[in-house]
């Protein structure tokens, strides 16, 4: 059969060298290539959707490997699985998205998502807000999350019915 090829005129070495050079060039292509791979870095990421408020359980919870990039650390790293497990989404995370580190609060003793959060900000804590007809206050909108529990307790405050002007002394 190499005679045969021979005999047509084609030169088996520069064949050869060809195909050599063509697999030489083709295994340094794919070795450069795999040079200039980003790092990459192990992230959490949630195996269903999970909605605002939802308890993280393990089973809500998977290692995906990510390129590292500018954004690689906001994300939960894959090692801090079970500082994760008992906390609050404070925001929906679909199926497969890794996870921010906004996305989650820390789980709350009374287990609402204002404790939570305040909970991670030990500098604040929850008051009662005084609210009348002419005057109400109330905090920066920023102080509640979506999902929140805000309980409201209504009062009439009736002025006193004893009045020293009505009833002269005797």
Same mark, same amino acid.
């Given at each position: ?6 005999? #047509? ?27 200039? @791979? +980003? +790092? ?14 939802? $308890? ?7 290692? @995906? ?11 939960? +790293?894959?090692?801090?699985? #079970?500082?994760?497990?008992?906390? $609050? ?19 709350? #003793? ?39 529990? $805000?309980? $409201? ?7 006193? #019915? ?9």
């Amino acid at each position: 059969m190499l005679r045969r090829i021979a005999s #047509t005129g084609v030169n088996l070495v520069v064949l050869g060298v060809s195909v050599g050079i063509f697999l030489i060039a083709f295994i340094a292509l794919n070795a450069l290539g795999a040079a200039q @791979k +980003p +790092p990459t870095i192990s992230v959490l990421s949630a195996t269903r959707d999970l909605n605002i408020g939802d $308890v993280i359980t393990p089973n809500d919870l998977a290692v @995906k490997t990510v390129f590292q990039d500018d954004n690689a650390s906001l994300y939960i +790293p894959g090692e801090e699985v #079970t500082a994760v497990v008992g906390g $609050v989404a404070a925001q929906p995370i679909f199926n497969g998205q890794p996870i921010f580190r906004s996305a989650i609060l820390a789980q709350a #003793t009374e287990g609402t998502r204002l404790s939570a959060a305040l909970a991670k900000y030990p500098g604040y804590s929850l008051f009662p807000l005084p609210l009348d007809a002419m005057n109400l206050f109330s905090p920066h909108a920023e102080a509640f999350l979506p999902g929140d529990l $805000v309980g $409201v307790d209504g009062g009439d405050h009736q002025p006193s #019915t004893t009045d020293d002007h009505a009833h002269p002394h005797a």
